[in-house]
């Protein structure tokens, strides 16, 4: 195998992970809402926002794991993007920005569950509220003395997510 065939592999690799990434949460949450038939659709959110709670605390473990620098919000956000980059895979893309006073901005461009959900017709205002859920949980199991704010949102409408990470 060629060196080319290897980088075609690895693009596809990443190629069907952000698409993999994007699908499992709109398709399980379809799956739930027709078996419950509109009975339990509070427990089933209640489920769903349980799991990506979790989720998002596992990027302590990897930051831990790659010891990485968590000691300022640019800090904090540069290892929130990269996880969050490795899980959702290369349809995740954005971009970090320092601010003054210790704030750090991430602007979001493309995100694989808001592209399947757009493609599937869901309403991606349930996108983002799992994402507020997985970002908070996220930057503040990095560091506890930060937290996101969500300042715009392409789940209800903007152009690009921007999120600044700012101390409590």
């Known amino acids: 195998m060629q060196n080319s065939d290897l980088n075609s592999i690895t693009e596809a690799r990443w190629k069907i992970a952000s698409d993999f990434a994007g699908y499992l949460p709109n398709i399980f949450d379809e799956e739930m809402r027709k ?3 509109g009975r339990c659709d509070a427990e089933i959110k209640e489920a769903e926002l349980n799991i990506w ?12 794991e790659f010891n990485c620098s968590l000691s300022t919000a640019k800090d904090v956000a540069e290892a929130f993007s990269f996880f969050s980059g490795a899980i959702f895979g290369p349809g995740f893309q954005n971009r970090i920005t320092e601010e ?28 983002a509220g799992l994402c507020k859920v997985f970002s908070d949980s996220a930057i503040e199991g990095l560091n506890p003395a930060y937290r ?8 209800n409408g903007d152009h690009e997510c921007e999120v600044l990470i700012v101390k409590k």
């Open 35 to 37: 078996i419950s038939q």
């Open 53 to 64: 709670k979790d989720a998002g605390k596992k990027q302590k473990r990897y930051a831990k």
């Open 100 to 127: 003054k006073n210790d704030i750090a901005k991430i602007t979001i461009f493309s995100c694989p569950i808001l592209k399947i959900a757009l493609e599937r017709g869901a309403d991606t205002r349930g996108a």
């Open 148 to 155: 996101p704010v969500v300042q715009k949102n392409m789940c």
